[in-house]
């Protein structure tokens, strides 16, 4: 949970961020060797910035070009020497928020922005990147490797940019935010379905954002449709930490809050928009359908459905299709949807993707091809890597066969 923090402190004081990454690392061997003897700290993130950031200074000091770094990081210096608490996390001055432009630099491909972002500031391994971006493990680990290094041969500074170069990596960085969300919204892999500490870092991170940027549509987009779904989140598992299917939800556990705030987000990038909404308002728009339905049988699917037409025209995927389908089926039928998601069993990309034959078992089985049904939710129940979904997906294919 402290990974990213420890690497973003870090990487402020050293200016690189594979450098950062093994001070983190060693951090973390440092409370290993010294907790079983000396006791868990009551701050156990205060302690661990505070040995990261300490041999981030150590290590400056160490180099023989140690007047020269001074020099470069004169103003930084003296916040190297940690405080006992971590630094205000909604302060808009904000390592992680650094950590994320650097990482988004121009330098990089938009894959390596992502992937190596994911990997400091999300924590996630490169299987689960690999996964997220349906592309091969090896790729991911490629992309790493030589985005750290790139970083580090062009001295890219540590900082949030301002004016046109913040613009010109704001795509990338709400992509990152996005899809760490999405990690901790439903794990790729892992005993638990909900990653929380990875949502709450994504929506603070939205949130300072959105101020940073106050004219961009996109940025309240983005944190309008993370408040909605963070809304959901108590209610979306049950007492033993099962998944938890949106029509069982317990809509009184949805957080009414969140979802004002999210009301209030997609307002202001309505009103900053010039033009059409971009795919992350249409992603709050349509979460915005679930939020104001009090009921499941409430739901406007006919609208949910047309909202994913239009983002499928503005950014096609396959997966925005899939989505688009499972709507189709909601307010049309299944027999309506059935040959949509069909036509999508032979895009590569989802060829291991499981939920595309867990929404086809579910067509099958409302349309009483049980056989059929249970056969898919086998096979989705093979593909994905979080032990809860596999137990569901199981379960599912159990229920309907009987």
């Known amino acids: 949970m402290e990974f990213p923090r420890l690497v973003a402190g870090a990487a402020r004081i050293v200016r690189d961020v594979g450098i950062a990454e093994g001070l983190a690392q060693d951090a973390l061997v440092a409370a290993l060797e010294r907790w079983p003897s000396d006791g868990v700290p009551d701050n156990p993130g205060a302690w661990l910035m505070t040995t990261a950031r300490r041999r981030a200074v150590d290590l400056i000091r160490r180099r023989e070009t140690y007047a020269r770094k001074l020099a470069e990081i004169g103003r930084d210096l003296p916040a190297a020497v940690p405080p006992e608490e ?29 992937a190596l972002t994911l990997r400091l500031l999300g924590g996630l391994t490169t299987a689960e990147i690999a996964r997220a971006f349906l592309v ?33 990596r704001l795509g990338s960085v709400l992509d990152v935010i996005y899809l760490i969300f999405n990690e901790g ?26 101020g940073l940027m106050p004219d ?50 997609l307002g202001r990038a309505e009103a900053v928009s010039a033009g059409a909404p971009g795919p992350y308002a ?23 459905a047309t909202l ?19 709507a189709v089926s909601m307010a049309e039928g299944p027999a309506a949807a059935l040959p949509l998601v069909d036509a999508l069993t032979g895009v590569a990309a989802l060829r291991d993707y499981h939920l595309l034959p867990s929404v086809r078992g579910d067509l099958l089985a409302r349309l009483g091809r049980t056989g059929e049904a249970r056969a898919e939710f086998a096979r989705a129940a093979a593909l994905t890597r979080n032990e809860r979904e596999r137990r569901m997906l199981l379960r599912r294919a159990e229920e309907t066969g009987a």
Do not use: M
């Open 136 to 168: 091969p493990e090896p790729t991911v680990a490629q992309r790493i490797v030589r985005a750290k290094r790139t970083l580090a041969t062009r001295n890219i500074a540590f900082e949030v940019p301002g004016g046109p170069d913040r613009e010109a």
């Open 216 to 265: 961009e549509p996109e940025v309240h987009g983005l944190t309008a449709l993370l408040e909605f779904q963070s809304a959901r989140a108590a209610a979306r598992t049950g007492p033993d930490g099962e998944p938890v299917l949106l029509k069982d939800q317990n809509r009184a556990r949805w957080n009414r809050l969140l979802i004002a705030r999210g009301v209030t987000a």
């Open 86 to 114: 971590p630094a205000d996390p909604d302060a808009i001055d904000d390592d992680l928020l650094r950590l994320v432009f650097t990482a988004c630099h121009p330098v990089l491909s938009a894959e390596a922005r992502t």
């Open 185 to 210: 919204y439903a794990a790729t892999a892992g005993d638990d379905w909900l990653r929380p500490a990875l949502c709450e870092d994504a929506l603070r991170l939205a949130r300072v954002l959105s």
């Open 308 to 326: 994913y037409g239009v983002l499928a025209a503005r950014a096609p995927s396959p997966v925005v299709e899939l989505n688009r389908a499972v």
């Open 282 to 304: 249409l992603q709050a728009a349509i979460a915005a359908c679930h939020a104001h339905a009090l009921r499941y049988e409430e739901t406007d699917w006919a609208r949910i």
